[in-house]
């Protein structure tokens, strides 16, 4: 019978995946200053060259790994992306409440004869929300709080 003995974490062999894993991480650390260029490309090259889980892990062991994904502009951008795309479907979904609700009012008033502008309340209210969600994505770039030093 075949030996079925399940391997360790440190002796688990370490799949496409991890090293392309850990040779992102050895990037954003190069393109945030921990790394200098030729210790990046010893360790990337030996990052390909890894055979087990530990020796990737062992590679980036004395790099910050939390602070580098926080920190990635990549992951900046895409927060960035993903709030002015939430002020867009705010927006639209305001845009379009108001033209709903003006509609109602104008059957209202063709149909029964009052002409008052009762839309102006509801809209002014949705619209200082909208106003409150899209100045500080538009103003600071972000849609996280403003941090104080």
């Known amino acids: 019978m075949a030996d079925?003995?399940?391997?360790?974490v440190e002796t688990a062999r370490a799949g496409d995946r991890e090293r392309e894993r850990t040779a992102d991480v050895l990037g954003r650390?190069?393109?945030?200053?921990?790394?200098?260029?030729s210790e990046y490309e010893d360790?990337?090259?030996s990052t390909f060259e890894a055979q087990t889980a530990a020796e990737l892990r062992q590679l980036v062991a004395d790099l910050p790994v939390h602070r580098l994904r926080r920190h990635d502009p990549r992951r900046r951008a895409a927060q960035q992306r993903a709030a002015r795309l939430s002020v867009r479907i705010h927006l639209a979904a305001y845009l379009a409440g108001c033209v709903l609700m003006l509609g109602i009012w104008?059957?209202?008033g063709v149909g029964g004869g009052g002409w008052y502008f009762w839309p102006v309340?509801?809209?002014?209210?949705w619209g200082i929300g909208v106003a409150s969600h899209a100045i500080p994505i538009w103003a600071h770039g972000s849609s996280g709080p403003a941090r104080t030093a």
Not at 29 to 37: I, N, R, S, V, W
Not at 121 to 125: L, T
């Open 4 to 8: 079925t003995a399940v391997p360790t």
């Open 29 to 37: 650390a190069l393109t945030q200053g921990y790394l200098t260029m």
């Open 43 to 45: 360790r990337v090259q």
């Open 106 to 108: 104008l059957a209202v």
């Open 121 to 125: 309340w509801p809209i002014m209210g």
